[in-house]
């Protein structure tokens, strides 16, 4: 499925920013057997985000809210700003519409609820990955 979506020459990069070590690395190991030819890279806070961001330029960044400093949000907000090409899926515990419709507003690619992670996380990366490719 993954080397549909591997167009440069260069390695491409998954951004997964979540303070949660643990959910980090299942996230990590559970992607890379869906998207093995992507290399993953790892942040736990919003500013982390932002540098490995600049520095590593990722095609995708999966991006929790709830995030020591500057929210997920924020961090978003300044990736997008400075990487427009960079896709950005939310993901949080809370499905709530506001923090959806705020996901909408930053020019998130994807929500994704954790509790929904297992069915929807996937289906969304390769929807973000898709519209690059169209785009």
């Known amino acids: 499925m993954a080397s549909a979506f591997n167009t440069c020459a260069s390695v491409q990069k998954i951004l997964i920013v ?3 070590a643990p959910v980090r ?3 990590h190991d559970w992607l890379r057997s869906s998207f093995p030819d992507f290399e993953f890279l790892e942040g736990e806070d919003g500013e982390r985000a932002v540098q490995l961001a600049a520095q590593h330029q990722p095609r995708l960044v999966l991006m929790d809210i709830g995030l020591p400093g500057i929210s997920g949000l924020e961090a978003a907000r300044a990736i997008l700003a400075s990487q427009p090409a960079t896709k950005v899926v939310i993901l949080s515990i809370h499905d ?6 705020d996901a909408d507003e930053i020019g998130a690619s994807a929500f994704v609820s954790k509790a929904d992670m297992r069915l929807g ?6 929807r973000a990955l898709s519209s690059e490719d169209e785009g």
């Open 18 to 20: 979540d303070d949660n």
């Open 96 to 101: 709530e519409a506001r923090y959806r419709a």
């Open 25 to 27: 690395s299942s996230l």
């Open 121 to 126: 996380l996937i289906p969304a990366i390769v």
